[in-house]
């Protein structure tokens, strides 16, 4: 049996920024609401579902409180990579002809929770398994991707600055959609003189902290006619897992999206530089500097020099994190479901002001944990 190709048909956000009266599950539904209206199809449509960011009984949970019945789940759980390979395992399973359509969602009050001290914060996760290797020492999640960064900046003379353009960038790009959680323009030298988090980054360096959610739908090519809206094609996917314990990290300079970028190339049959748009996961500058150099947008230790001049910006070569990214537009804890959201946005065309002119292929790429995993999928409109 030929395999089935498979399309984004619909694609939502929910409401973002501080929703102190929300739960996650009700921007969930949000999201999916919203996403089921973007794509024209019904409830009833759906035949599966992937979520991961709940409780212990995820997606059933979610099912539950969405009213479906999935006879095809996923609760893939690998950090902000997660939707990306979430997609790659629902296309593969729509492809085999096993269901039709699927329904992928996140929701988070990652901001409100804090505020309301339901979070103790960050604390690797406990100290149980491989991280009480590392948590005695105080190793936070902020300061793996700061070690990772220096090393970087020692191997490749790569310099706090360049890393800053990356921010500068995001806040650019952010001032174009009315929905970004900080708008207002920064230089780099006020990501330098910001709050000092952990060295070499100051508070503008790190992503930010919000509530939100998001919905995606996929659907099988056979039930494209019956959408709302032209489809988004899935035209190659990569996975990847690296490490958990920071010394099992081969190379501190080579992120995960080395190796998940690569059979996503290639089974789309393109290169980066047919890539009219590039949605990557920015935790921290150095995340998207690293991610977008490992997926070939730049030779091995030159990614300092991808965000000069404007490259990155709207109306620059490459435009990317169009939306403002997680430095600037929204972050509730896990955002790789909103890079597909903006991906899917700018290749129908419906970015607005941040639109990317005849933008017809998008890399979407994901980073989990301390870049622990990665996922990465190429998008088309053909």
Same mark, same amino acid.
């Given at each position: 049996m030929a395999r089935r190709r498979v399309a984004i048909v619909g694609a939502a956000l929910a409401d973002g920024g501080r929703q102190p009266d929300h739960t996650p599950f009700t921007l969930i539904a949000q999201g999916a609401q919203r996403a089921l209206a973007d794509s024209g199809l019904q409830v009833s449509d759906i035949d599966g579902l992937a979520a991961n960011s709940t409780g212990r009984l995820q997606p059933i949970e979610v099912a539950e409180y969405l009213g479906l019945?999935?006879?095809?789940?996923?609760?893939?759980?690998?950090?902000?990579?997660?939707?990306?390979?979430?997609?790659?395992?629902?296309?593969?399973?729509?492809?085999?002809?096993?269901?039709?359509?699927?329904?992928?969602?996140?929701?988070?009050?990652?901001?409100?929770?804090?505020?309301?001290?339901?979070?103790?914060?960050?604390?690797?996760?406990?100290?149980?398994?491989?991280?009480? &290797?590392?948590?005695?020492?105080?190793?936070?999640?902020?300061?793996?991707?700061?070690?990772?960064?220096?090393?970087?900046?020692?191997?490749?003379?790569?310099?706090?600055?360049?890393?800053?353009? &990356?921010?500068?960038?995001?806040?650019?790009?952010?001032? &174009?959609? /009315?929905?970004?959680?900080?708008?207002? /323009?920064?230089?780099?030298?006020?990501?330098?003189?910001?709050?000092?988090?952990?060295? /070499?980054?100051?508070?503008?360096?790190?992503?930010?902290?919000?509530? +939100?959610?998001?919905?995606?739908?996929?659907?099988?090519?056979?039930?494209?006619?019956?959408?709302?809206?032209?489809?988004?094609?899935?035209?190659?996917?990569?996975?990847?897992?690296?490490?958990?314990?920071?010394?099992?990290?081969?190379?501190?300079?080579?992120?995960?999206?080395?190796?998940?970028?690569? /059979?996503? &190339?290639?089974?789309? +049959?393109?290169?980066?530089?047919?890539?009219?748009?590039?949605q990557v996961y920015d935790s921290f500058t150095y995340t998207q500097m690293v991610t977008m150099e490992d997926l070939g947008f730049a030779t091995k230790g030159e990614g300092g020099h991808l965000a000069e001049g404007g490259r990155l910006r709207v109306g620059g070569e490459l435009p990317t994190n169009t939306d403002g990214g997680g430095l600037s537009s929204c972050q509730p804890g896990m955002r790789g479901l909103y890079l597909m959201v903006e991906a899917t946005r700018q290749l129908r065309g419906e970015a607005g002001d941040a639109q990317v002119p005849g933008a017809e292929l998008a890399c979407v790429s994901g980073t989990g944990g301390w870049f622990c995993s990665s996922g990465t999928l190429i998008l088309g409109t053909d």
């Open positions: 019945r999935p006879r095809w789940m996923d609760s893939t759980g690998v950090g902000g990579s997660t939707w990306e390979i979430m997609a790659a395992h629902a296309a593969d399973a729509i492809a085999a002809d096993h269901l039709d359509v699927v329904m992928l969602v996140y929701g988070s009050t990652s901001r409100s929770d804090v505020k309301k001290r339901l979070r103790a914060g960050n604390r690797d996760f406990g100290s149980r398994g491989p991280a009480q &290797f590392e948590v005695p020492f105080g190793h936070s999640l902020i300061s793996k991707y700061a070690m990772a960064a220096r090393r970087h900046m020692h191997q490749y003379g790569t310099t706090v600055e360049q890393l800053a353009e &990356f921010a500068v960038s995001a806040r650019y790009n952010a001032g &174009f959609n /009315p929905a970004a959680f900080e708008r207002d /323009p920064i230089t780099v030298d006020d990501v330098a003189n910001s709050e000092m988090v952990a060295s /070499p980054f100051t508070k503008l360096h790190c992503c930010l902290r919000t509530d +939100g959610g998001c919905a995606v739908i996929l659907a099988a090519e056979d039930r494209v006619p019956d959408t709302a809206k032209e489809p988004v094609w899935i035209l190659g996917s990569g996975q990847y897992a690296s490490h958990v314990t920071m010394s099992e990290w081969d190379d501190m300079t080579v992120s995960p999206a080395a190796f998940s970028g690569p /059979p996503a &190339f290639e089974q789309a +049959g393109v290169s980066p530089a047919d890539i009219d748009t590039c």
